[in-house]
């Protein structure tokens, strides 16, 4: 027997045609619509152990996850975000990559945001003292720097020394930017050395044209030959852009190591999915494809 029949089997089917009282009369219309809502309530929602269940379940990895990334995670972050997805099917990664003061500066101001990676350790500092990151930020790649001028190498440069030569045209990011601030750390140590003079820094500074919002733009601008140099991280270098430039190396004592750390914002509207991410990030199969695009793991 069905929940309706069992509600059935005790409601009057409908009002007596035969003179009852008053009061009787009220009672048992009342009796049938509080027998009429019974049985829309069994019908739309039987309750189930199934139902129970469903109802207590913790929900899955799925809704919108957005992840603030420096601008040279571009291409290994794109395709960490497409396995993410694959293994995640409910959910959808949405970036936003630019320079690392720029992305922090816009958590701050209440950018909406459950992940954010930088390309340096000062500008994540900076998000751990404000408060906008949850937890303990994590490194997960470190990268190097090189020198890049445009194919056909309008400035005639052949060595690092070129780039304090004057009337070369050097283009760059703000200190702020991670890149910019490493850029001035390489330049520093070479006017350390008798071969570069201590006036080498000055002079390459002076050089600089045009300081641009991020590594990509910056990158950009040297492939259309806007610039006759710049200095890029070297994982930027990759395959479709090294057709397109010629490459100067910084020696290993003069160049500099970045170290990228992740972390979850603080706020997020799914911390769980956001650690989940950073987890992939961190993963065997993270490391990887990092390291395929030119990043240096730290596993």
């Not at 751990?128 to 056909?152: H, Y």
């Not at 001035?184 to 570069?196: A, E, F």
């Amino acid at each position: 027997m069905g929940n309706a029949d069992l509600v059935g089997s005790r409601c009057p089917r409908a009002p007596l045609r035969r003179a009852v009282p008053f009061s009787a009369l009220v009672l048992s219309w009342l009796l049938l619509l509080a027998c009429e809502a019974d049985r829309a309530n069994l019908s739309a929602a039987p309750i189930t152990k199934s139902n129970a269940a469903t109802a207590n379940a913790s929900p899955g990895v799925e809704g919108e996850l957005r992840v603030y990334a420096a601008a040279s995670l571009t291409d290994a972050f794109t395709e960490i975000g497409r396995d993410f997805e694959a293994q995640n099917p409910g959910a959808h990664v949405v970036f936003n990559f630019g320079p690392s003061s720029g992305l922090r500066t816009q958590i701050e101001n209440g950018a909406a945001a459950d992940v954010f990676a930088s390309a340096d350790d000062v500008q994540m500092a900076s998000a751990v003292k404000s408060g906008i990151v949850a937890g303990e930020p994590q490194p997960f790649a470190r990268n190097s720097l090189a020198v890049v001028l445009p194919a056909d190498n309008p400035g005639k440069i052949d060595s690092l020394h070129d780039l304090g030569r004057p009337g070369v045209r050097l283009v760059a990011t703000n200190p702020q930017v991670p890149v910019g601030a490493y850029t001035l750390q390489v330049l520093d140590k070479l006017s350390r050395d008798p071969t570069y003079g201590p006036e080498f820094s000055k002079n390459a500074v002076a050089n600089i044209r045009s300081h641009e919002e991020d590594v990509r733009s910056l990158l950009a601008k040297v492939t259309l030959g806007e610039a006759d140099a710049g200095v890029v991280y070297t994982s930027d270098i990759t395959p479709q852009v090294a057709s397109q430039v010629k490459v100067i190396a910084i020696p290993p004592a003069d160049n500099v190591t970045a170290t990228y750390p992740i972390a979850v914002v603080q706020g997020s509207h799914r911390p769980d999915v956001a650690q989940r991410f950073v987890e992939s990030v961190l993963s065997d199969d993270g490391q990887k494809t990092l390291a395929r695009w030119g990043l240096q793991p730290v596993q």
